[in-house]
């Protein structure tokens, strides 16, 4: 069982950026696709943006392609996304994902370890 701990979200203005990380809780993470979804209340969970374990590949929502990056570091067991230019829609609740077998997906259900989550707001 691998746990995953986001961190970074808060408060911020429109245009600012915000860096959220996702620690996991064992080695075996580096094997694992990684990818971040998000939530605002009542809707479907969104595809973010998702990395292979090497990190060689990465895949964007078009709605953040161009302001948010995604990263991985393998020897501290971390994956971040660097959330540039935010906006008001970008208000939710983050997700960080682990799937254990295959690369990068756009479907949540694909993915098998899920972190509780972390609260973006973006005032305007």
């Known amino acids: 069982q691998v746990q995953l701990v986001e961190s970074g979200g808060g408060l911020v203005q429109a245009g600012d950026s915000l860096r959220l990380s996702c620690a996991a809780s064992?080695?075996?993470?580096?094997?694992?696709?990684m990818a971040w979804f998000r939530r605002a209340p009542g809707k479907v969970r969104e595809f973010v943006a998702g990395?292979?374990?090497?990190?060689?590949?990465?895949l964007y929502a078009d709605s953040v392609k161009g302001r948010f990056t995604i990263s991985r570091d393998n020897g501290k067991n971390t994956v971040d996304l660097q959330m540039n230019s935010l906006k008001p829609g970008d208000t939710v609740v983050y997700y960080c994902a682990g799937r254990t077998a295959g690369g990068s997906s756009r479907w949540s259900d694909d993915y098998n370890y899920w972190g509780q989550g972390t609260q973006v707001t973006v005032s305007s």
């Open positions: 064992r080695r075996t993470f580096r094997n694992y696709a």
């Open positions: 990395i292979t374990w090497s990190g060689d590949s990465t």
